[in-house]
């Protein structure tokens, strides 16, 4: 029975409050970690909140993500606009993937409007700021069901919400 959802944050996202605050706002990393941890206990499941600045370990998480979590929650940072191998990995994946941009991408350069990681996402979540993580682990929470979720019970269909439902029904 797994109840952790991994929530991944890839480059410069280590330097969120002091980077670009007229982009990306005020908190820091650290304050959203810790937001996130007070819903998640709220919600009843345990996460894994990481950030690298390095595609590969990006890469061994997910795959680690795939043997252990219930859902993933995304923001690829840049890695979204030009990382196939993290597209890859994610479609190996055996549960939902929720990726999330603080700002709203498609409002900034058209650079940003492709993202290789949305092609692999069950749904995509951008410019809610900081909030966006909040509101993505509150999607997971729904998705999951008090206490009723099992991750090997769910497969990789893209419609994430009905086939872990279908999962927690027969467990
Ligand atoms: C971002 C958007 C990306 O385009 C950018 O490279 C980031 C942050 C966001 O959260 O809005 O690093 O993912």
């Given at each position: 029975?797994?109840?952790?959802?991994?929530?991944l944050?890839?480059?410069?996202?280590?330097?969120?409050?002091?980077?670009?605050?007229?982009?990306?706002?005020?908190?820091?990393?650290?304050?959203?970690?810790?937001?996130?941890?007070?819903?998640?206990?709220?919600?009843?499941?345990?996460?894994e909140f990481r950030q690298s600045?390095?595609?590969?370990?990006?890469?061994?998480w997910?795959?680690?993500?795939?043997?252990?979590?219930?859902?993933?929650?995304?923001?690829?940072?840049?890695?979204?606009?030009?990382?196939?191998?993290?597209?890859?990995?994610?479609?190996?994946?055996?549960?939902?993937?929720?990726?999330?941009?603080?700002?709203?991408?498609?409002?900034?350069?058209?650079?940003?409007?492709?993202?290789?990681?949305?092609?692999?996402?069950?749904?995509?979540?951008?410019?809610?700021?900081?909030?966006?993580?909040?509101?993505?682990?509150?999607?997971?929470?729904?998705?999951?069901?008090?206490?009723?979720?099992?991750?090997?019970?769910?497969?990789?269909?893209?419609?994430?919400?009905?086939?872990?439902?279908?999962?927690?029904?027969?467990?």
């Open positions: 029975m797994s109840r952790t959802v991994y929530l944050n890839g480059p410069n996202l280590n330097l969120l409050g002091k980077r670009e605050p007229h982009i990306y706002g005020h908190e820091t990393l650290a304050d959203v970690e810790a937001q996130c941890r007070t819903l998640a206990a709220e919600l009843d499941f345990s996460i600045n390095v595609e590969f370990q990006i890469i061994d997910i795959h680690e993500a795939r043997e252990n979590a219930a859902a993933i929650v995304i923001n690829p940072g840049a890695f979204t606009h030009t990382s196939i191998a993290i597209m890859d990995a994610l479609n190996a994946r055996k549960c939902p993937v929720f990726e999330v941009h603080i700002s709203n991408v498609h409002q900034r350069e058209s650079f940003r409007h492709h993202s290789y990681v949305s092609l692999a996402a069950t749904g995509v979540m951008a410019g809610f700021g900081t909030h966006g993580y909040s509101l993505a682990l509150r999607h997971v929470a729904q998705l999951l069901g008090k206490g009723a979720a099992n991750a090997s019970g769910i497969n990789k269909d893209r419609q994430g919400f009905r086939v872990m439902k279908e999962a927690a029904e027969t467990t």
